[in-house]
């Protein structure tokens, strides 16, 4: 074990040697010996060891992400939220090459077998090659469509693998330093659900539309009709007619981030092609494709009247846009960060807006003025955040699990209670109140749903989820049914009330219904693979 570990263990790598383990917590880069593994290891009976910090690093004005060692383990290459990746040198404790290129968060990095090359992948889906002698940016290998989250250089450094939220593997050849090139590319169906949103149209009360959209860059949608509503608070599960309405397509990355307008059968999907679309859901057409921003989109949110609109993307910017009676979208107003916003939110007056920055800042916005009224550096990034119906009251979801309570007094977010969750150091990936704002809704990538009393912490349910990871979560409307978007491709429906499972909504594979019964000519992988893409067998 390592005794207080500060915070979620984003990257963890051995020294080539084997005697040293390097963890990259909240801000710190923390180096741990080895050595009592090996008098442990002759220990007859298992045994707890807890590792001995012998010194950390915290790089000034930068926060690490992911952490690779030199082959002669010489030199740590440190990438960073920010963007630039840090050469970082062992023995002597001082930085030898800053490599400026990106600009939004470095995913991975990895060194070439020789140590001569190191690569850094990132959010803006680029994979960048520099001579670590030099710091000079050698290539960038542009192809995929969403965050490279993986690479590996071959043993022979003669080729390199690429993987990202686009389902795509590629495979690049490093050997031509005169054109590295892609040389085969591999696709997936990913069907990892990132982000959901519900409507209820006030022309349509008894039916409520929700959408779900993630990895493959495809929105889905299902409609649930509710013909008898005879709780005012919330609705029987043997009410809900769930069917599944349309799939949207157009976009060529993941979807981030989606949103209905209020009191509008519109819907808006933000994707890492830096690209939004606004679609008429009940005529599954796309109306628009906005294209003012440059990088990739991170968030979008409506005001409650939904004639605004706020989106953010990984470069830092933030647009605020009018939205008129027939759903056309006016740029009015640009807000430039240092770097992305996590969360966003507008108040009814349209006069203030909130947001979180991924430098651990939480921001409250002047609209008319176009200024901020208050700037907040918190402990860690707030990942996620909620606010009840009148703005009173915030809870924000921190990167390093813990919840936090704010109050809102004349215009200045004022700190209430701190520190209550259930979800262990793992970052809060959305927060919600309820309808009636008397209950808080959390969810990470642990797997588990706490509902929780605002006022206390106390936690009144706790769902286990059978998936790999919970997303997002949203209420349909007037109402503690909870729908979550899960890492395993399906959306789960949730009675808060009880903490029961009501049905689980799975997102069609692109061989959905195919019977390969008897099917001859295919291996035994080849078959598994099909199953898992929709294929049956009886």
């Known amino acids: 074990t390592i005794p207080d570990h500060k915070g979620w263990g984003r990257a963890i790598v051995y020294h080539p040697d084997g005697h040293t383990l390097v963890t990259k917590s909240v801000c710190d880069i923390c180096f741990w010996s080895l050595q009592p593994l090996a008098a442990a290891a002759d220990h007859p009976q298992a045994t707890v060891v807890q590792l001995p910090l012998m010194k950390s690093l915290k790089p000034p004005d930068l926060t690490p992400l992911c952490l690779a060692y030199s082959p002669d383990g010489l030199q740590l290459a440190i990438g960073t939220e920010e963007g630039p990746v840090m050469l970082w040198d062992v023995e002597q404790e001082r930085l030898s090459q800053l490599l400026r290129g990106h600009t939004v968060p470095i995913v991975d990095v990895a060194y070439s077998p020789d140590g001569q090359l190191v690569a850094s992948s990132s959010r803006d889906a680029t994979v960048r090659i520099w001579d670590v002698a030099t710091g000079q940016l050698l290539d960038i290998l542009r192809g995929h469509f969403g965050t490279v989250w993986d690479m590996r250089i071959s043993s022979h450094g003669e080729m390199l693998v690429s993987g990202g939220t686009d389902g795509i593997i590629r495979l690049w050849e490093l050997s031509s330093k005169s054109q590295r090139r892609s040389i085969r590319t591999f696709r997936g169906d990913l069907r990892t659900l990132y982000t959901l949103a519900v409507s209820a149209m006030a022309h349509r009360a008894d039916q409520i539309f929700f959408a779900a959209g993630g990895s493959n860059g495809r929105c889905y949608l299902w409609q649930i009709d509710q013909p008898n509503r005879s709780r005012p608070d919330g609705v029987k599960g043997d009410r809900l007619h769930v069917t599944a309405y349309h799939v949207l397509s157009g976009h060529k990355g993941a979807i981030n981030s989606l949103a209905f307008r209020p009191h509008s059968s519109e819907l808006i999907t933000a994707c890492h092609d830096t690209t939004l679309r606004v679609w008429d859901v009940e005529r599954s057409l796309c109306r628009f494709v906005l294209q003012e921003h440059m990088a990739d989109l991170r968030v979008i949110t409506y005001s409650p009247q939904g004639t605004m609109l706020a989106s953010g993307s990984g470069d830092g910017v933030i647009h605020l846009w009018h939205v008129d009676t027939w759903g056309h979208h006016q740029l009015f107003q640009t807000i430039q960060e240092s770097c992305a916003a996590q969360a966003m939110a507008i108040h009814p007056s349209e006069e203030r807006m909130i947001y979180s920055l991924t430098n651990r800042t939480i921001v409250l ?102 998936s790999d990871g919970v997303n997002d979560i949203a209420f349909l409307p007037n109402s503690n049914i909870l729908l979550a978007a899960c890492f395993d491709g399906a959306v789960r429906i949730y009675d808060i009330e009880v903490g029961v499972l009501l049905d689980t909504l799975n997102v069609a594979g692109p061989y959905e219904g195919m019977d390969i019964t008897g099917v001859t000519g295919i291996s035994e992988a080849q078959r598994a693979s099909l199953k898992a893409l929709g294929a049956v067998e009886f």
């Open 365 to 466: 916005w002047d609209i008319q003025r176009g200024a901020a009224l208050q700037r907040i550096e918190m402990p860690s990034a707030v990942w996620s955040f909620a606010l009840d119906a009148n703005w009173h009251r915030l809870i924000a979801g921190h990167g390093d699990g813990h919840i936090e309570l704010w109050k809102l007094v004349d215009d200045k977010l004022v700190i209430q209670s701190r520190s209550f969750g259930y979800h262990g150091k793992l970052p809060i990936l959305a927060l919600h109140f309820n309808p009636t704002d008397e209950l808080v809704v959390s969810c990470a990538s642990n797997s588990t749903i706490c509902v929780m009393d605002p006022a206390t912490g106390e936690v009144l349910h706790q769902l286990d989820v059978m």
